[in-house]
């Protein structure tokens, strides 16, 4: 059963920046379209970025611009990096398909506050 690990979440002040990773555990992973999510308190789960197999990404409009995401295939690892964080991107941060096909891991804190 594939397994999906996040880390790299924090305290950040508004504007600061931070990188997100996501682990997965199996060959799958090469052919697959990765994303990230996020869930703030009393919201549903929102996609906020994809990248397919090929390296195609797509991003929500509240994350254009500021967030980047990455994926290395060797290494079976999906990374968002995060600039200009604003106190709305407050949230737990997800890596999943875009279509929820794996177990849902157990995210990464990510709080923006001065």
């Known amino acids: 059963q594939v397994q999906l690990v996040e880390s790299g979440g924090g305290l950040v002040q508004p504007g600061g920046s931070l990188r997100l990773s996501c682990t997965v555990s199996?060959?799958?992973?090469?052919?697959?379209?990765m994303g990230w999510y996020r869930q703030a308190p009393g919201k549903q789960r929102e996609l906020v970025a994809t990248?397919?197999?090929?390296?195609?990404?797509n991003y929500a409009d509240s994350v254009k611009g500021r967030f980047t995401i990455s994926r290395d295939n060797a290494k079976l690892t999906c990374d968002l990096q995060m600039n200009s964080l604003k106190p709305e991107d407050t949230a737990v941060y997800y890596c999943?398909?875009?279509?929820?096909?794996?177990?849902w891991g157990q995210g990464t804190q990510v709080t923006v506050s001065s």
């Open positions: 990248i397919t197999s090929g390296g195609n990404t």
């Open positions: 999943n398909t875009p279509q929820a096909l794996f177990r």
């Open positions: 199996g060959s799958i992973f090469t052919r697959v379209t």
